[in-house]
T-cell receptor
Framework: NAGVTQTPKFRVLKTGQSMTLLCAQD?????MYWYRQDPGMGLRLIHY???????AKGEVPDGYNVSRLKKQNFLLGLESAAPSQTSVYFC????????????FGQGTRLTVV | DAKTTQPNSMESNEEEPVHLPCNHS???????IHWYRQLPSQGPEYVIH???SNVNNRMASLAIAEDRKSSTLILHRATLRDAAVYYC?????????????FGTGTLLAVQP
């Protein structure tokens, strides 16, 4: 049982480059989330999805786009990377919202130079 | 958005109980209180959640105040492996909003 898998685990980008982070879950979960975590800080919600074909903005959505074309996958895109987007990105999924637990991936460490 | 308040850091000795507090004065009557922890260099992991009455599982116990404006995560016998950041939160929902927001958490240090 793989759970939540994030690809890639590490990436270095140059300013202005674009990239897509992939989050895949095999638990048939409806809810999926993307967070970023800066050094010594807590998690901040970027975007989330409450089901296939839906997306919504979180706390810090600027500079990011997302898509949920398939229920099991949640993609996070950076169109033009900036050094301020250097962070560790975590994906999570949950079956529901109120009375269920969220499962997290191991993170993607992104450095923008 | 709803907020939770936790101490920035706490210390404990190995094999002693640890009580991690959380204030959530804006919680509504149907909000579940969730606790997660994040070990160094890992993604967060679920610990426990509850609504009104106290909850126990293999990892911890959750004590919820009668007015539900605060809760306490209890680790009965801290081990070195319990050193982590502990997050208290509750999902936000209603209308077009359904999301899980995290606060800054409590960094727990466990001394041998």
């Amino acid at each position: 049982n793989a759970g939540v898998t994030q690809t890639p685990k590490f990436r270095v980008l140059k300013t202005g480059q674009s990239m897509t982070l992939l989050c895949a879950q095999d638990m048939n979960h409806e809810y999926m989330y993307w967070y970023r975590q800066d050094p010594g800080m807590g998690l901040r919600l970027i975007h989330y999805s409450v089901g296939e074909g839906t997306t919504a903005k979180g706390e810090v959505p600027d500079g990011y786009n997302v898509s949920r074309l398939k229920k099991q996958n949640f993609l996070l895109g950076l169109e033009s990377a900036a050094p301020s987007q250097t962070s560790v990105y975590f994906c999570a999924s949950s079956l529901g919202l109120l009375n269920t637990e969220a499962f997290f991936g191991q993170g993607t460490r992104l450095t923008v130079v | 958005d709803a907020k939770t308040t936790q101490p920035n850091s706490m210390e404990s000795n190995e094999e002693e109980p640890v009580h991690l507090p959380c204030n959530h004065s804006t919680i509504s009557g149907t909000d579940y209180i969730h606790w997660y922890r994040q070990l160094p260099s890992q993604g967060p992991e679920y610990v426990i959640h509850g609504l009104t009455s106290n909850v126990n599982n293999r990892m911890a116990s959750l004590a919820i105040a009668e007015d539900r404006k605060s809760s306490t995560l209890i680790l009965h016998r801290a081990t070195l492996r319990d050193a982590a950041v502990y997050y208290c939160n509750f999902p936000l929902y209603g209308g077009a909003t359904n999301k899980l927001i995290f606060g800054t958490g409590t960094l727990l240090a466990v001394q041998p």
